[in-house]
């Protein structure tokens, strides 16, 4: 599902809020906004969204906390919006489950795809795969098989669980403290040097050109997305 699709947008600046309603309508969403997080809150709590939009500068309760609030309730996606500088902020809002991010300034054609992705993700989340394919990769979750243009590569038992956890979350923003807690344990979430070494190994394995990474892809100061091929 994607037009059609019930849109929350919460911001406390009206231009903005003006701007994002005409534009998702114009692309067929149903909006509804909100000034606050109160007010955000208040109109989740009547009926779910199906994709929130989210400020995290607001009046009275923070955009976190509003992250927090939903995801206690909700899988439903959370695409948070920041103002550069705002990078604690972006990653404390990643670690408490939104799905990704934008950085204002920000154009209309990229929100529109973080939008349909991330609607694509929550309705493919309601029949996960065994296997995920991205162009001539392919990830068998059960076997543990990761095979490129039909050739099985090699991977150790952590270089796997870490491909899965992307590749599990493709599309997604994963910070690193996350990745580390998921692959590693909570006690290696500053391992962060840990985690490079392992990305690198990865890419030299299933990149062809792992300087210019395909499928593993830094988001700086923040973590990896593994993408998917459109």
């Not at 996960?128 to 392919?138: F, K, M």
């Amino acid at each position: 599902m994607t037009h059609g699709a019930r849109i929350l947008v919460v911001d406390d600046e009206p231009h903005i809020l003006r701007s994002l309603r005409t534009t998702l309508a114009a692309h067929g969403y149903d909006v509804q906004t909100a000034a606050s997080g109160e007010e955000a809150l208040d109109i989740a709590e009547g009926r779910l969204p199906d994709l929130v939009v989210l400020d995290l500068v607001l009046p009275g309760i923070s955009g976190l906390q509003v992250c927090e609030s939903l995801r206690r309730r909700s899988t439903l996606p959370i695409l948070v919006l920041s103002a550069r500088g705002d990078e604690r902020d972006k990653v404390a809002a990643l670690d408490l489950g939104a799905d990704d991010y934008l950085t204002k300034p920000f154009g209309v054609n990229e929100l529109l795809a973080r939008v349909r992705a991330a609607l694509r993700r929550a309705a493919g989340a309601r029949g996960l795969s065994a296997t995920v394919e991205s162009g001539d990769l392919r990830i068998d979750f059960d076997r543990r098989q990761v095979t490129r243009a039909g050739e099985e590569l090699r991977l150790t038992p952590t270089e796997f669980d870490l491909l899965k956890t992307l590749a599990g979350h493709a599309g997604r923003v994963l910070t690193h403290g996350y990745l580390l807690r998921t692959v590693w344990g909570p006690e290696y979430e500053q391992e962060s040097q840990l985690l490079r070494v392992f990305v690198g190994q990865l890419r030299r394995k299933i990149e062809l050109d792992p300087s210019r990474p395909r499928y593993i892809v830094t988001e700086p100061g923040v973590g990896y997305r593994f993408r998917l091929d459109d």
